[in-house]
């Protein structure tokens, strides 16, 4: 055998999971409503969902050569062709069940008023269970049961006044009240070391472990709301529309908890106007202007305004064989939490052409969030936890929309529309924590997702004298550009290479009907986002040498500098302490199919169904693309996944 192909070792004390059978019940779902007059209606829906899992636990590889023997192994990071099929057997199982239900009442009360009621359960278990001749020999299953039950009040009171005069006034008033609770308990119980497997998770009693795992929880939170809303339009022409809402949250202390966002939007239909009339009748056939600016809250934090304490036998005490619990803090409550406030602008124009069969809908919007809630701020480390919840800062974006409609061909027999969007935005900070230690390379109006690195200047070649600044460097390894040419290389030579998100994004669909036939077709794709250090293909180089570890890398390491490669433009395997700077950093660009779907209504007397529709799609069926990687837009990692290509036929019948 060729050394580029020898069979590798194995290490039994390393494991992978290798999904090898997964079995996904879609949902079972059942909606029934029944409106028993015009007064009242009730409603309730439930859905049910099983999915079930089964791994193979196989050996992780011991070492191993970049070679082009197994196509897959790319992809799983396992050569399962060259593992031994003995060691191969041992199954890993996961159960989850998931039961929801949705009961609702509606009442009109008078002609006017209108009173409702929904009340939501959630209902989820899983179960875990390994058998005892797996690789950790031991056989543990767990069981956890998790419930949600949310019960949400909401009264209305809407009145409409139409005036029957020159003016045509039309007056809208909407007030309402909700709330809603939310109570969370759970428990989980394991244990291991059981005789045998027969009894799987049915009686955690029979295993032997010295402490058996058990827990149990608690939570319960709510959230109160008064809002109202405001509607005008004179002669359809001219809108207006204000809402005021307020909102409370037992997430926050006294004093914090309530939170007040108004809003007001305004429209002018230009193409109602006298003076446009002649231009409306021939071409233009809608014409609309909007602005907007409101404000909504956000509470989303947890319980982070209160202490927590926990139990653990890690912070207990040891009296000769026996261990006792100890108590400790396990979250640091911040009473000055408050709601964190999304304040937006917003300025639309729809267009309409030839008995709209052209539209065109334009907007452009600013945003700032402010006192942005996080859970992890980090506290001095003199405090008995290292992170607390708090408002920090205040971050600003902007960005424009464009959507485009046409119906292309419109006749008896065969129809074409197209819908095509572009969309890009500018995501920056608007001011920092108080706290916030910069480093030397940050601004404090940097974009929020924002990449810097060091410059790559190319590969170090034998007989190259090593930088100045990069002193250790060897052959093969990453040279790096001193921006400010002090000879040292430091934060100071980190520059803003460009930003995770792409430049723009657009979307393309069409939808093709003839006869009886149908087909949709949607693409989408992205311009210019920055991305590839942390790529399935080269994160495995630039944070650390895996061969020397002994772990696995992709065959394209098989191009790596070496002696006899020196004209290679990856780096060597033999790790550099600078790191890669921006050398795997790239704009990825691609235009992905989606979707495609044809199908084909059957002509069906009414009398057995109202349409009967078979259909065929194929899902993510093509992407092209400047990346070289797995997936443009999955490839972020060492354990990236492209996405899927599906096959699926169906039936759509209606009664």
Not at 6 to 13: D, S
Not at 394 to 416: A, H, R, Y
Not at 599 to 622: E, F, H, Q, W
Not at 637 to 645: E, K, S
């Amino acid at each position: 055998m060729s050394e580029n192909k020898r069979i590798v070792a194995v290490e039994r004390q390393h494991y992978v999971f290798i999904p090898i059978n997964v079995k996904e019940r879609q949902p079972v779902n059942a909606r029934v409503e029944d409106t028993a007059d015009d007064y009242f209606c009730f409603g309730c829906y439930f859905s049910y969902l099983l999915y079930g899992t089964a791994c193979y636990l196989v050996p992780r590889i011991r070492e191993i050569c970049a070679c082009d023997f197994v196509e897959q192994f790319e992809r799983y990071m396992t050569v399962i062709s060259v593992t031994p099929c003995y060691l191969l057997p041992q199954i890993y199982k996961l159960i989850l069940q998931l039961f929801v239900a949705e009961k609702s009442a509606i009442a009109r009360i008078v002609k006017d008023i209108s009173a409702g009621l929904v009340q939501i359960d959630n209902d989820i278990k899983t179960v875990l269970f390994a058998p005892a001749d797996t690789a950790f020999n031991v056989s543990h299953s767990a069981f956890d049961d998790f419930a949600v039950i949310c019960l949400d009040n909401i009264v209305i009171y809407r009145h409409t006044d139409v005036i029957k005069s020159h003016c045509r006034n039309l007056f809208n008033i909407l007030f309402g009240y909700s709330y809603q609770k939310f109570n969370t308990e759970g428990m989980n119980a394991g244990n291991q070391d059981f005789i045998n497997d027969s009894f799987l998770y049915n009686n955690l009693g029979a295993g032997n472990y010295n402490r058996p795992p058990v827990g149990s929880y608690a939570s319960v939170s709510s959230l109160s709301s008064y809002f109202g809303r405001i509607n005008y339009s004179w002669k359809e022409k001219y809108l207006l529309t204000a809402t005021l809402r307020a909102d409370g949250a037992s997430n926050f202390a006294k004093g914090h908890q309530w939170g007040y966002f108004p809003s007001v939007s305004a429209g002018w239909r230009f193409s109602e106007e006298k003076f446009l009339s002649c231009l409306s009748s021939t071409i233009l056939s809608n014409g609309k202007l909007r602005l907007s600016w409101g404000q909504t809250g956000n509470y989303n934090v947890g319980n982070g305004a209160l202490d927590y304490y926990g139990a653990d036998p890690w912070y207990g005490s040891q009296f000769g064989d026996s261990q006792h619990v100890g108590i400790y803090v396990s979250q640091l409550g911040n009473p000055n939490l408050t709601w964190e406030t999304t304040t937006e602008f917003n300025i639309g124009l729809d267009l309409g052409f030839f008995n709209n069969r052209i539209n065109l809908t334009a907007e452009y919007f600013q945003r700032t969030i402010s006192d942005l809630l996080v859970s992890d701020k980090a506290i001095p480390h003199y405090n008995e936890v290292k992170s607390i919840a708090a408002n920090i800062g205040s971050t600003q974006s902007n960005g424009v929309e464009l959507t485009l409609n046409t119906q292309n061909i419109q006749t008896k027999q065969f129809t074409w529309s197209t819908d095509l969007t572009f969309s890009t935005y500018n995501d920056r900070w608007k001011e920092r924590d108080p706290n916030w230690k910069p480093a030397a390379y940050q601004k404090e109006q940097d974009p929020i997702r924002g990449v810097f690195a060091y410059v790559a200047d190319g590969l170090l070649q034998p007989g190259e004298e090593a930088p100045a600044h990069q002193p250790q460097l060897l052959p093969g390894q990453v040279k790096l550009k001193n921006i400010n040419g002090d000879d040292k290389l430091d934060e100071e030579d980190m520059v803003l290479i460009g930003r995770n998100d792409p430049k723009f994004i657009f979307g393309f669909n069409n939808n093709f009907s003839y006869k009886n036939f149908d087909l949709n077709i949607y693409m989408y794709g992205q311009v210019g986002k920055i991305a590839g250090a942390n790529s399935y293909y080269d994160a495995w180089g630039s944070y650390g040498n895996r061969i020397k570890l002994g772990q696995n890398v992709p065959i394209s390491f098989k191009d790596a500098w070496s002696s006899d490669n020196q004209t290679s433009t990856r780096p060597s395997f033999i790790e550099s302490s600078y790191g890669t700077g921006d050398l795997f950093l790239q704009k990825i660009s691609f235009l992905r199919i989606r979707n495609i779907t044809l199908g084909y209504t059957v002509p069906i007397s009414k009398k057995i169904c109202n349409r009967l529709r078979v259909y065929a799609d194929v899902n993510n069926p093509c992407v092209w693309t400047n990346w070289k990687g797995q997936d443009p837009e999955t490839d972020s990692n060492t354990n990236a996944y492209p996405n899927v290509t599906s096959f699926s036929i169906g039936v759509d019948i209606s009664f």
